[in-house]
């Protein structure tokens, strides 16, 4: 790596903060409907005109602005996706990725070791707020649940169970591919009524039960041959996830099988590049990590599962790892 490509990465947090500070201030709706001077913009937020003329002309520099004169606007395509009320904002995901600023700012003195908050790990902070992520999460992972049902072949499956569902994006990814089957959803009582609500909206509320619960606390409804684990291991320890695979297992009928949809890394664990990224993201805010398909393996082989094998590899957190239970 050169001196050049070594400085532009040291100073690549400037344009991600600019966007994080617009968007904690909401400007990409305030500027939504109108062009608006500085001066307006300040009066609208209850801000201080001239420092906020600074952010918005770094704003519009880096092309999420547009700016003619003294005035600035967040046209259609970008409005789109920043701004407050769109269907189709990811407004909530850049939020939660702001959130996550003062953690990463810890990162030395976690990396030594050394204890630095005992403050819980919240994805986002208010019941408005989570339900704008989900919805934000749903939007980006549609495409992404409709390619992984593709490529594990669900079609003899019956009656799935979505661990930490969310609203369900991949449980209705299931049921579009395979008419017969019926799944059960499980997650925080929250979170299960925004799932309640999606599956309704789909014409599938007839194809679902849903049952509120805690991974961590509860047992796993029983009676099912799929078994999904989307994006969830990562989130945990290796003990935590051991604990969870027999809570799997006895969710399962015999010959039932276990889908875990997350990064798994190579064993020199810098590859894929994504996962060794998101291991510090847990490293800074919870008790796992990212995990190696041999850590997979002796968990789930130890849980009671047989006949492991990695399913789909992937780069953006989409290798998928199956197991049977006998």
Known sequence: ????????????????????????????TALAQAPLSATEVAAKIGA???????????????????????????ERPVARLLASGS???????????????????????????????????????DTEE??????????IGAPMAKQIVAS?????SRSLIDVGCGSGTYTIAFLRAVPEMRATLFDLPEVIEMARERLEKEGLLDRAALV???????????GHDLALLSAIVHS?????????????????????????RDHV?????????????????????????????EEIEAGLSQAGFTRIRLVRKGDHMDAVVEGFKP
């Open 130 to 139: 989570l339900r704008a992520f989900i919805g934000a999460m749903h939007s």
């Open 236 to 260: 945990n320890s290796p003990e935590e996830n051991l604990e969870l695979y027999k809570k799997v297992f006895r969710s399962l009928n015999p010959g039932g099988r276990i889908l875990i």
């Open 1 to 28: 790596m050169t001196e050049k490509e070594i400085l532009q990465l040291a100073q690549s947090f400037m344009e991600s903060r600019i966007l994080h500070a617009a968007a904690e201030l909401d400007l990409f």
């Open 48 to 74: 201080a005109p001239r420092p906020l003329a600074v952010l918005l002309d770094a704003v519009a520099a880096i092309g999420l602005l547009t700016k003619s004169g003294q005035t600035y606007q967040c």
């Open 265 to 293: 890394m190579e064993p020199d664990r810098i590859h894929p590049r994504d996962g060794a990224i998101f291991a510090i993201n847990m490293l800074v805010g919870t008790t796992g990590g990212t995990y190696t398909y």
């Open 152 to 156: 594990v072949d669900p079609g003899a």
């Open 212 to 222: 509120p619960g805690s991974y961590e606390k509860d047992e796993l409804p029983r």
């Open 87 to 125: 269907s189709e904002s990811i407004l909530p995901m850049v939020l939660h990725m702001s959130h996550l600023w003062t953690r990463w700012a810890r990162l030395p003195e976690v990396a030594k070791g050394i204890p630095v908050s005992e403050d819980a790990f919240d994805f986002v902070r």
